[in-house]
């Protein structure tokens, strides 16, 4: 097992694990952290993940992880990998289960003291206009026809069929959309899941947030994105529901055949994989980007319907009620970019698992507004702490693959946090301290409780002081709907 003893510090908040750790490394791996999260950290089997990723056919660069990171399957949540293209391979349990898992943060000019007698009727609109649960369907039901737009356009797709603007697709990660969409090689299981999922929250960690802009740390990237200090958001975060899921599922068990099929030795059969110019590699490939493009659309749709929950509560109460989009950012998601890797410039997978991509100032993929300031990060915090707004940085892509961290990161499993966490009780000390919370269960509730969580303002201020992000903007939670 690799020890904390095993890891070297390169700087207040830089550790690395040489390659020399273990005979099968093919490169080392680099970890952002304090010192203080690093006991955190250590408690889980993350770092062996990393150690284990590092192995990789194809591997360049360093296995990059995050400090909210904590044990996933096969991968830790909160890294990040890079294979070189064509002979690299790639992992599904390396991009995650929830592909395109995101966050979508929408902001107003509506002050807290104009709306804050309203929570509860917002918090309640808002419940009602945006299904959640695990299984839960909304009111679009699409046919197969309509499935397979949306897996090929993404956020476009949404837009076309009413739901937004072009102004929120272009302050989309991607535009909301992923070339190379394949959507014949999505199972029928998976389209039967994705079908009556469009639109809906889901469980878990999902949620809608309204907050409120706590603190402004950087006044000109604030005005660029339209937060001002005192006034409310809406912060969304959901991915590619049972459609995404099921995605996964299919190619994580057909996988362990094409590890067998082309002599890929792994430390973990749960990292299995293929070579991306392989016909599985091509297979996953294409029906991940299906995944990811259902994502941004289900993000598009449900920011339409908190848009008119909120408009509906709040109009003739307070001046301009319209929500406008500061940015939509995946976490769970693999794709084709070019970096300088060991002083060359090459074509990579980045493998982004729980973590978010972070491009600095520059970058021609951003809003031309974006341009000067770098691309938003979006960190949402446990429920009832702060989230954060970010913007990625020149170090980042020297240093990170142009990757940020993605939340707080878990210290406590979802089954642990429902033994020693009463749901109920939660819920009150939430709504003594002023957050209204609509929730679909006491238990669901236990399992996302602030206590299960690290700090995420200790999270920010590691990222921020590795120079991989910089802080814009602190947002403060005033209503929770989980599903």
């Known amino acids: 097992m690799v020890q904390l003893s095993d890891l070297r510090r390169l700087g207040p908040y830089e550790w690395e694990i040489p390659a020399s750790v273990r005979s099968d490394m093919r490169v080392p791996v680099r970890l952002f952290a304090s010192s203080e999260l690093l006991q ?216 362990q055949k094409a590890v067998q099929r082309y002599g890929i030795r792994l430390p973990d059969r749960e990292l299995v994989c293929a070579p991306l110019d392989s016909p599985e590699g091509h297979a996953y490939e294409g029906a991940m980007r299906c995944a990811a493009n259902y994502a941004f659309a289900n993000r598009q749709v449900l920011a339409h319907l908190a848009r008119e929950a909120f408009a509906k509560t709040l109009r003739g109460r307070a001046p301009n009620v319209h929500l406008h989009q500061v940015y939509d950012i995946a976490h769970n998601m693999g794709k084709t970019e070019e970096h300088t890797i060991d002083g060359k410039r090459r074509r990579v997978c980045v493998h982004r698992k729980g973590a978010t991509r972070a491009f600095g100032p520059g970058f021609e993929g951003l809003p031309p507004e974006y341009r000067p300031i770098g691309q938003p990060v979006l960190v949402p915090g446990s429920m009832g702490t702060a989230s954060w707004v970010l913007v990625g940085t020149e170090k980042s892509m020297e240093r990170s693959l142009g990757s940020c961290c993605h939340g707080a990161g878990r210290t406590m499993s979802r089954r642990k946090a429902k033994r020693s966490i009463n749901g109920g009780e939660l819920r009150r000390e939430l709504e003594d301290r002023g957050i209204k919370v609509r929730a679909g269960s006491m238990p669901g509730l236990a399992e996302e409780a602030p206590a299960a969580y690290k700090d995420v303002d200790a999270v920010v201020d590691a990222v921020a002081g590795a120079g991989i992000a910089r802080k814009v903007a602190r947002l403060r939670p005033v209503a929770v709907v989980k599903g």
Not at 41 to 61: C, K
Request: charged share 25%; proline share 4%.
């Open 40 to 255: 955190a950290i250590g408690g889980d089997a993350s770092l062996e993940q990393a150690v284990n990723a590092a192995t990789l056919p194809g591997v360049v660069g360093e296995v990059l992880v995050m400090p909210d990171v904590h044990q996933g399957y096969g991968f830790p949540i909160g890294g990040v990998a890079a294979t070189e293209l064509p002979s690299g391979v790639i992992s599904p349990g390396a991009i995650g289960y929830d592909i395109n898992c995101g966050v979508r943060l929408l902001a107003s000019r509506v002050k807290l003291a104009e709306a804050e007698g309203l929570m509860d009727e917002l918090a309640s609109a808002l419940d009602a206009a945006c299904p959640s649960g695990v299984g839960q369907g909304g009111r679009l039901r699409l046919d197969e026809r309509e499935l397979e737009r949306a897996c090929r356009e993404g956020g476009e797709w949404a837009r076309k069929d009413g739901f937004g603007t072009e102004f929120d697709v272009a302050r989309t990660e991607e535009g909301g959309f992923l070339d190379g969409a394949d959507f014949s090689k999505v199972s029928r299981r998976a389209r039967d899941r994705g079908k009556p999922q469009m639109g809906t929250l889901g469980a878990g960690n999902h949620f809608i947030e309204v907050e409120v802009v706590d603190e402004v740390l950087d006044p000109e990237a604030a005005r660029v994105m339209g937060l001002q200090e005192g006034c409310l958001t809406v912060m969304i975060h959901c991915g590619s529901r049972g459609f995404g899921h099921q995605i996964c599922t299919d190619y994580v068990k057909s996988f």
